[in-house]
Structure formats: C-alpha cells, structure tokens
C-alpha cells in the first residue's frame, strides 16, 4: 500500500500546475503549454490574451479558490485559430400535416494555446 501511495503522490513526472477560468460564461480547466477550445473570442490568430476571471488555481500541493474570483491572478494565452464547429442540425416534422422545418448550426470556436499561469 505504501508502494501504491509513493507513485501517486509523485504524479507520473511532476506536480500538475492547473487552473480554472471562466470565459464567455463557461468554466474552463486550463494547464501551462496546452491548447484548449473555448467559444469565440474576439481577435486575430497570433494575438495575447489575458483572462482575469480566475476561479481556482492547483499547484500540485495546495488549493486556492476565489470567491467568485481570485484577485491578482490571470491566465496569458495566444490566439492560435479561429474555426467553426460540424454543423449541427435540428429538424421539425409533423406527420401527416405538410410541416417540415430544417435548421443548420455552426458555432464558432476559438483554439487557444495557454502560456503562462500569474499568481499575485
């Protein structure tokens, strides 16, 4: 049990450096060097952004969570792409009374490549 316990606590090649942000009203769960996929955001590819709406940051050893937010914190990203999701279709149909209704969706998404984690 106390092998078991060692190679846990040791985490596989380090601590995980995590946080979690919140953009366009979701929560995201964000690590240095990682792309994620978020809603839109505005900006051209290769452009720095900064989100300051920190919700709770992890270094491996403690926790520290805002309330909403964590104050002095923020997230620096580069905007790497700006792509649509595969469409999305919804369909209407009442049988037997010539009513079909057909509608496609694309949202638009933003990839983003996450630099640096600053705590206050």
Known sequence: ?????????????GLKIYAIITSGGKQY?????KD???ERIKGKEGDKVTFSEVNLISDGSSVKIGK????????????KKQIKQDKVIAFK????KRYKR???HRQLLTIVHLDKIKTG
């Open 93 to 96: 149909y009442k049988p037997k």
């Open 29 to 33: 769960k964000v690590e240095e060097n």
């Open 1 to 13: 049990m106390l092998i078991l316990q060692s190679v846990i606590g040791s985490g596989y090649g």
């Open 102 to 104: 057909k509608v496609g």
């Open 68 to 79: 909403p937010f964590l104050p002095a914190t923020e997230v620096e990203a580069t905007i």
């Open 36 to 38: 994620v996929v978020m």
